[in-house]
Structure formats: structure tokens, C-alpha cells
């Protein structure tokens, strides 16, 4: 099983017409936009997991979990992965930093008795809104883009974490609630 363990995030009116918005703005380039009712933040990639450690993986989360009060979450600014000049991702992201970080750092700590590794790569809250494939009127691109990069889209009330099952298909990805932790219980 292909496992992650993130925080769904339900889009508002707000984040949607934004979306909406900067995809009409950019309608000429070739974007792939993550489609709005599988948008999450990923707290930690566990990758590919025998399903007989799903029971195990819930519980470490649980506990986890239970150690963190629920808070409100901030959606907000836009950013780039890649460079400036070839830029591959289109992210929004997330606050408080602190609180995500922590989160992060204490689940990737608890899978270590699963065998999990943690890679080296920085931990940027965020969730994937676009993936460009090209780009063909990069100024218009950028000016595009820097309408939203300090922009506050929504709130949200974060009271759980989940466990999902990733499964890639044709069509995108098809996720699979497998556990949930609720914050502070």
C-alpha cells in the first residue's frame, strides 16, 4: 500500500473561486491542477507499506495526535517549486508553521518503529495545486502568480489526521481513508 499521512482540507467558496480565477488567468499554459476535493497537506510520505502495518501505523498516529490540541489552520500564499526560470509546482501554503512542523517531526519520529526513514528534504506546509508541464508566456505566467503570493484564501479548524492509501491511476490518484486520529483525545 501506498501510505501518507495528511490533513484534508475541505476548499471554501473563497479558495475556490480563487482557483477558479488563476486557472482561467492561466488557461493558455499547460498546468495539471490537483483536482479541489482531493486536496490535502501532507504531514509524511510513509511511501509503498505492507498493509499488515496499517493497525501499527494507526496507533503511532493516534498517539501522536493525542498529544496536540486541535488549532486553526491559515490557507495561504502562493509559491513555486523549481526554479524561478522553470518553475514545476504550483503550492498554497500553510500555517501555523510551528504547529504543522511539530506535527511533522513527531510523526516521522513514531514511524521510525515501522522502519520509516526520514529523507533531508525541508518540510514546507503546503498542498499541491498545480504541476506545470510548460509554460509558454512566462511574464504573464509570473505576474499571474504574484497576485496571490500574500494572499490569505481561507481558515479552517484542524480537530484530526489521517492515514490515506494513495492509489495512482490513469486518471490521477484515488485516495483511501485507512485511520483517523483526532487531535487531543
Not at 499547460?30 to 496507533?59: A, C, M, R, W
Request: contains cysteine.
Amino acid at each position: 500500500m501506498r501510505l501518507f499521512i495528511a490533513i484534508p482540507i475541505l476548499a471554501d467558496k473563497q479558495l475556490q473561486n480563487t482557483v477558479l480565477s488563476l486557472k482561467n488567468s492561466l488557461s493558455a499554459e499547460k498546468i495539471t491542477y490537483t483536482d479541489l476535493q482531493n486536496i490535502h497537506l501532507t504531514l509524511l510520505f510513509l511511501g509503498d507499506i505492507s498493509e499488515t502495518l496499517v493497525p501499527e501505523i494507526n496507533s503511532l498516529m493516534e498517539a501522536v495526535a493525542y498529544d496536540h490540541d486541535p488549532f486553526e489552520m491559515e490557507i495561504k500564499r502562493l509559491g513555486l517549486f523549481g526554479s524561478s526560470y522553470d518553475p514545476k509546482v504550483i503550492w498554497v501554503g500553510a500555517e501555523p508553521k510551528e504547529k504543522l512542523q511539530a506535527l511533522h517531526e513527531e510523526l516521522a519520529e513514531a514511524m521510525q518503529k515501522i522502519g520509516y526513514r526520514a529523507d533531508r528534504q525541508n518540510f514546507v506546509p503546503h498542498f499541491t495545486l498545480g504541476r506545470i508541464r510548460k509554460l509558454t508566456d512566462k511574464p504573464h505566467f509570473q505576474k499571474s502568480i504574484e497576485k496571490y503570493t500574500d494572499k490569505k484564501f481561507q481558515a479552517m479548524n484542524i480537530k484530526e489526521i489521517m492515514l490515506y492509501e494513495s492509489v495512482l491511476t490513469a486518471n490521477g490518484p484515488i485516495y483511501t481513508i485507512q485511520g483517523v486520529a483526532p487531535l487531543g483525545c
